[in-house]
Every structure is written in C-alpha cells, then in structure tokens.
C-alpha cells in the first residue's frame, strides 16, 4: 500500500495562485503514476491532471488546461500541482492519487476560491 499526504490547500481569491503538495511513502516502487483529482460539494470525483513517473507524460482535463501544471520529484516521491489563474468553480476538495497494482488516495486537501 502507498500511503498518500497532500498539502498546500487553502483560500484564494480568484486569479490568484495555489500550489499542492503530494508526498507518497510506503510501498512506492511499484507506483507508475499519480495524480489529482477533485470533488466539490454535491459533485462526483473528477479528474484533474496525471503524471507518469517514468517518463513524465502528462494529461490534463480541459477545464484546467492551460492554468494548471503538474510535476514530479522522482527522489522525493511527491508530486506537484501548481494552479494559476484560479476560478470560483476550481473551489473542491482536491485528492492525490496513485497506481501502481491499485489505486491509493490521500486524505484530500480543501481549496477555495472566493469570488
């Protein structure tokens, strides 16, 4: 099992910046992907942005393209989620994910944007 801890929530104002934090532990070597997704309150879980671990390919869903960006520290295990240009509607709670022979998730971490 990878054990999963995000941080970097919080409130913004719209426009402004955020960045998440997502440090995996645990059992890590088998994990070929990890990634955000979100949900808002009375919506269903959505994908966000991945990240391949070895090769760095990436995927984006349209409504972030362009203002979010996400990246990877191989040596820290973590993965990040910078979001730029942030909108009323991005407000959720925003879970890391990761895939190796499973799907394990972080406790999520909650981002508001205020209008």
């Known amino acids: 099992q990878v054990q999963l801890v995000e941080s970097g929530g919080g409130l913004v104002q719209a426009g402004g910046s955020l960045r998440l934090s997502c440090a995996a532990s645990?059992?890590?070597?088998?994990?070929?992907?990890m990634g955000w997704f979100r949900q808002a309150p009375g919506k269903e879980r959505e994908f966000v942005a991945t990240i391949n671990w070895s090769g760095g390919g990436t995927s984006y869903a349209d409504s972030v393209k362009g203002r979010f960006t996400i990246s990877r520290d191989n040596a820290k295990n973590t993965v990040y989620l910078q979001m730029n240009s942030l909108k009323p509607e991005d407000t959720a709670v925003y879970y890391c994910?990761?895939?190796?022979?499973?799907?394990?998730w972080g406790q999520g971490t909650q981002v508001t944007v205020s209008s």
């Open positions: 994910h990761a895939r190796s022979g499973r799907t394990d």
């Open positions: 645990g059992r890590t070597f088998g994990v070929y992907a």
